[in-house]
Each structure stands twice: as C-alpha cells, then as structure tokens.
C-alpha cells in the first residue's frame, strides 16, 4: 500500500474520502467547507439521524466529482467520553473495510487536529489499521486480479515533522501482520515446512538477517529426538529455521523467540476427528508470528539481538510414525513418554528451547498453538500467558495492552510439574491432571533451564472463522504486533550496557529506530543474571 500525507487543503483526487466524526459532534470547519460543495449532503444525513456517529458506524455518501473525492464515507468514532486509541484503530479498519468493498482503490482520510493532540502514536496505529482492516487472501481466486484492493492512502493532516519516518515504522509493522496472515492461510499443501524455509531466507535477504535452516539428518546430529518424533509419520522433510538478528552482537540484549511451526496437525496415529481438522493447516501460527516479527525486527533494526526459531514439521500418521507409548530421548537428555502423538507442539517446541539456551538468551518467548484445553479456557478472546517470571509476564501484559491483543496469565505450580512426570520415562507429553493448557507450560519448562521464559498459548486467538466489519476471517496475524511492542521496550540489564562494542551500524532507509549508545570495548562472556531484565 502506498501511503502519503498531504494537507487538507491541497488533497489530491481519490476514490474515497474517509471522515472520522464523533457521536453529537458538529462539523469541523474542514468538512463544513467540503458540505457547502456536495449541496450539505453531510450535515443533511446527520439531521436526518441517518449518521449518528456512533462507534464504527458508517455512512457512503456520494459527491458526483464536485470535491476530489468521488465518495465521502462518514464513519463513527462513538461518544468523545469514552474514545481511545483502540476505538480509532477499530473504526480506521471498519472504515478502510468497508471502503475496499465498495471497491476504492485509493481512498484519503481526514485527521483532524484534535485526534493527533489524544493519541500519540496516531500515524503509526493509524497504519496499521489499513492493513489490518483491507487484508484479503485471494492467493487462491481464479479471478484474483479483478478483486480491487485499496492500493493508495493518503492522510489528510498538518503532519509533524517526523510523521514520514513514524509511517515507515507503521508499515513495516503492517505489512509483517499481513506476511503471518498470509503464511498461516495458505493450505499445508503449499505451506510446507519447505515453503516456510524458503520464506526464512527471503525474510533474512530482506531484512538484512542472518539465516540457518537445519534438515532432518542435522537434527538427528544434534540429537533432537522429540522434534524428530514428531516428522517420521510425514514424507514432507522437516526445517528448522534459525533467524538471527544483530548475530555478531553477543552484548546486545539477547531475546530468543519460539513459534510452533506443524503445517499441518492430523494429531499423527492419536488421529484427530475428521470435523474442523482443516484448520489445523494454521498450527504454524506460532512459527508464522516468530518470521513475520524478525522481518519487522530487521526492518526496524531494533538494538538488541534477536534470534527467531521455527521447527517447521508436519504431524502425520504413517508406517514410520511414533506410536502412543513410545519413548524418545530430547536433546537435553531428557527422556519423555508420548503417550499422546496429537501433544506433537509441546515435542518440537522442547528440542527447540534446548538449543535456544545456546544463545545465552535474557529471555524466552514462545507462541503455540498448543492445546485445545486453551480454547476452552478462553475461547477466541485471549491467549494464555505462563511463565517461569513474573517481571516479564507483567511485561508481556503491558505490550498485549499495547496492541490490543489480549493475554490472560494463568498459574504454573509444583502441582502442574507433578502431573507431566512419567511412571516409566523422565516426563510425559500429557497429564496426570485436568489443566491441559498449563500443564503443557509445566512440560515445556523442563527445557528452558533457568531462563526467563514466557509462553503465550495462541491456540483459540491465532484463527478466527468469524468475519469482522474490521477484519477478514482467517489467520488474524496474532502475536506479531505484540512481539514487536515487547521488544521495543526491552532493555540491557544495567551491567550488560557496558559490554557492547561500537559497530558500525548503516541503518536502511525508511527506519525508525533508535540505536543504543555505543559504549566500550565488547567483552564476549556475559553472565545472565536471573531477574536482571529491565524494560523501558
Ligand atoms: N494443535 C493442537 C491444539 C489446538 C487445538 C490448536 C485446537 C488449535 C485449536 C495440539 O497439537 C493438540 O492437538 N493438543 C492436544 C493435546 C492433548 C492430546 C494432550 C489437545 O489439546 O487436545
Ligand atoms: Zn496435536
Ligand atoms: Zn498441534
């Protein structure tokens, strides 16, 4: 999407014009002189009570070519009382939403003064509204060229001086929700592991990242027997995807992030039922959020050193397929009982940790489409969020309320690490207990060692196969947004600071970001310190 600023005065030709009003508000002087020019076509709909302004109202009104745009869509932002960022952000998307569906292709939107003043980063939510708002998958319509997509945007306000580089920001951050809704939509007939494979290496070119994939025959070297339980039912090879962000820079604050990446789950020989099993193709919707936020990491050059890992693998049923009471040894030498084979996330996440330890991360994050459990605890409203500590869960929620994707923490106790423990092996992949969505936290904390680590359960909020006036049905592109405000805030520990070396850093074009102070020498060896996170 191409996106520009001009002044309302000087607005150049569109489709639509998009214009933003509150409940019992009257016309700004702006519209007020656009009204005079449609025979007050506006003022006329709010008289009439058929615009009242309520929140994500719309109205389409035409203006027969007498201003520059051909179309005026009125769209409600609700009582001025009870207005935030989340209610502009969710009427910008239902207005864009709508406008795409009658069939604008550049649309303009009018920014008045006093939004600016009550939302401060209202350039770059205002973006990212667009995307989400206008994002189709028609990768598979025959008549795919003739669908119109809103292709041009332009904001109509006095910008600021650095609204340009806040817009670049905004569209990097959209565009990477589109990429991971695109990359969960696409069928596991397409979306291989392979295919993610090749999406990494495209991302790392991209984004400027470092990237390593690991095949089937490098992970029985590394010794990862509970990921590679999981692919033998599947002739589709196994990937593993390590993406890596500011590599060489060891004294940067470290994160490693975790995305389940099974492009499809039959639930292997513990065969799921036939009903709603094609949404499992959406079961690398944690891996998809891991690659869409390290191409936003990369874009952005955020000043930490990130490191995304994806074990991309299909869950299949089969002649080679590991069967319920088998016992495979992970690559911390911990021995598991899968006495479940449909409990496969919790088996590529565990080797995938293990060798995120290697990193000497501050911290973990991962994001799975885990357990069903999860859905039935929060339904299609929040993710899980479980965790070994507290300071980052409380970090985790603050970025959630950021992007408006809800979290909801739930407890891991001695009880929960109880009920994974195996008669005959060291644990099992399912439990003892009732709580499935923490007790498979309990089981993936045996391979996090002593790490910070939070794990966000996206089962119920990574898909929805409910339309909004605001977004399509589909992958909803979850996680990516709120990795990205987590990071933003995410600081050295204090004794960390001191160890980076100058780099010397070109940052591309286009970037908002903010590199840190280029302290002295680098010393390699770090020592992590439990607790010593800090945030901004
Ligand atoms: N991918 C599923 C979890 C899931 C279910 C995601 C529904 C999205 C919607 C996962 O691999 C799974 O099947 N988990 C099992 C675990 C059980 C066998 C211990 C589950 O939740 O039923
Ligand atoms: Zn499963
Ligand atoms: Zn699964």
Redesign the pocket.
């Known amino acids: 999407m191409e996106i520009k600023i001009e002044t309302p005065a000087t607005a150049g030709k569109t489709d639509i014009c998009l214009i933003p009003l509150f409940a019992k508000q009257e016309l700004p002087e702006y519209c007020r002189d656009l009204d005079s020019r449609i025979s007050s076509l506006m003022q006329g709909s709010m008289d009439a009570g058929e615009f009242k302004g309520e929140a994500n109202q719309t109205l389409l009104l035409a203006t027969q070519d007498k201003i520059f745009a051909r179309k005026i869509l009125l769209i409600g932002l609700g009582n001025k009382d009870k207005f935030s960022a989340r209610s502009w952000q969710l009427a910008i998307a239902t207005a864009l939403r709508t406008a795409q569906r009658a069939k604008a292709t550049s649309v303009s939107l009018y920014l008045p003064d006093h939004i600016d003043k009550q939302i401060s980063n209202l350039y770059e939510i205002t973006i990212i509204a667009a995307y989400l708002g206008t994002y189709e998958f028609l990768e598979y319509k025959e008549k795919k060229q003739e669908q119109k997509l809103i292709t041009s945007l332009t904001l109509l306000a006095d910008a600021g001086s650095n609204a340009a580089a806040v817009i670049a920001k905004g569209k990097i951050i959209g565009e990477s929700i589109s990429l991971m809704r695109d990359l969960a939509n696409h069928p596991s007939n397409h979306a291989t592991p392979t295919m993610l494979a090749e999406t990494a290496e495209k991302i790392a070119g991209e984004a400027r990242l470092d990237c390593k994939i690991f095949n089937r025959s490098d992970l029985e070297g590394m010794n990862m027997h509970a990921y590679l339980s999981v692919s033998k039912g599947s002739h589709e090879p196994p990937k593993f995807i390590v993406l890596q962000h500011n590599k060489e820079r060891k004294a940067l604050p470290t994160v490693v992030l975790v995305g389940k990446g ?1 492009t499809f ?1 039959t ?1 292997g020989i ?1 065969l ?1 039922p036939s009903k709603d099993m094609h ?2 193709k ?2 690398m919707s944690g891996g998809a959020a891991v690659l869409a936020t390290m191409r936003a990491v990369g874009l952005l050059d955020l000043p930490l050193r990130v490191i995304g890992l994806v074990p991309a693998t299909e869950n299949m049923p089969g002649g080679m397929a590991t069967k319920p009471g088998d016992i495979v040894k992970a690559s911390n030498g911990k021995t598991i009982e899968i006495l ?1 084979t ?4 919790r088996l590529v996440m565990a080797d995938t940790l293990v060798y995120g330890q290697k990193f000497k991360p501050d911290c973990f994050i991962d994001l799975a ?5 999860c ?1 039935i605890a929060l339904g299609n409203e929040a993710a899980a969020v479980i965790g070994n500590d507290d300071k980052m869960i409380k970090q985790i929620e603050a970025a959630a309320l950021k992007s408006w994707e809800r979290v909801w923490h739930l407890p891991l106790w001695d009880d929960h690490r109880e009920q994974v423990k195996s008669d005959v092996a060291d644990i099992q992949n ?2 003892k207990g009732k709580a ?1 969505t923490i007790t ?1 936290a309990a089981f993936l904390e045996n391979f996090v060692a002593d790490i910070p680590w939070v794990h966000l359960d996206i ?1 119920g909020v990574a898909d929805t196969s409910a339309p909004k006036p605001y977004g399509a049905m589909g992958s909803t592109g979850y996680g990516v947004g709120l990795l990205i405000r987590f990071l933003e805030c995410f600081q050295a520990p204090e004794t960390k600071k001191q160890e980076e070396a100058p780099v010397a850093v070109t940052a591309p074009e286009n970037i908002v970001a903010h590199q840190p102070e280029k302290p002295a020498a680098e010393k390699k060896a770090k020592t992590r310190k439990k607790s010593s996170l800090s945030f901004g």
């Open positions: 099974i789950d639930g513990s799921k949404a499992m959406f079961d479940n449909d409990a496969e996330g489409t885990l357990t069903g459990a859905v399912t439990s499935g498979a089962a």
